[in-house]
T-cell receptor, first 113, second 113 residues
Framework: GAGVSQTPSNKVTEKGKYVELRCDPI?????LYWYRQSLGQGPEFLIY????????DSGLPNDRFFAVRPEGSVSTLKIQRTERGDSAVYLC???????????FGDGTRLSIL | AQSVTQLDSQVPVFEEAPVELRCNYS??????LFWYVQYPNQGLQLLLK??????LVKGINGFEAEFNKSQTSFHLRKPSVHISDTAEYFC???????????FGKGTKLTVNP
């Protein structure tokens, strides 16, 4: 079956611009996660959705970052006033329900010039 | 707070040799432990998981890991590696009511002919 799908696969934009990154989880998965992976590092947690609600957003670095999941399926990570330090690979994962293994997409490589 | 330490950033081995990738974790609560593999320009693929029960866990591609609570370790092993095992390996922990995964910095395994 289809895995977690992330679009775009690559995004290059200028400092100060607004970006949206999309995640399509595995069908039927109720839990959805966003992580950020900087070069040479392991992924770092950003936010976790259970259904439509953000159950844990403790990893969002500041108020320029926001994520939504309005219908409990597709999620969008939104970054305002991008900075060069936001450059990273943004990974999305989903799991069938709480406490189940997370399945990852291939990520979106974001480059801020 | 939970943390994961992967003691080796790079491990070079020859084909058909055994390998051990080390992982130690820190947590004040019961944990779930995971190993993920990441091939270049791809997302993370689950190799194996420890949730409860037997401390020796077998995963895909011939890998196994042993949970050692007294040493707070979860080392990954394979008795005979292949060129195709060349990738980056991440150890991760979750638990204590938190759904997020906390990752180590990764170990880059290079298998040489």
């Amino acid at each position: 079956g289809a895995g977690v799908s992330q679009t775009p696969s690559n995004k290059v934009t200028e400092k100060g611009k607004y970006v949206e990154l999309r995640c399509d989880p595995i069908s039927g998965h109720t839990a959805l996660y966003w992580y950020r992976q900087s070069l040479g590092q392991g992924p770092e947690f950003l936010i976790y959705f259970q259904g439509t609600g953000a159950a844990d957003d403790s990893g969002l670095p500041n108020d320029r970052f926001f994520a939504v999941r309005p219908e409990g399926s597709v999620s969008t990570l939104k970054i305002q006033r991008t900075e060069r330090g936001d450059s990273a690979v943004y990974l999305c994962a989903s799991s069938l329900e709480r406490n189940q293994p997370q399945h990852f997409g291939d990520g979106t490589r974001l480059s801020i010039l | 707070a939970q943390s994961v330490t992967q003691l080796d950033s790079q491990v070079p081995v020859f084909e058909e040799a055994p390998v051990e990738l080390r992982c130690n974790y820190s947590s004040s609560v019961s944990v779930y432990l995971f190993w993920y593999v990441q091939y270049p320009n791809q997302g993370l693929q689950l190799l194996l998981k420890y949730l409860s029960g037997s401390t020796l866990v077998k995963g895909i591609n011939g890998f196994e890991a042993e949970f050692n609570k007294s040493q707070t370790s979860f080392h990954l092993r394979k008795p005979s590696v292949h060129i195709s095992d060349t990738a980056e390996y991440f150890c991760a922990v979750s638990g204590g009511g938190s759904e997020k995964l906390v990752f180590g910095k990764g170990t880059k395994l290079t298998v040489n002919p």
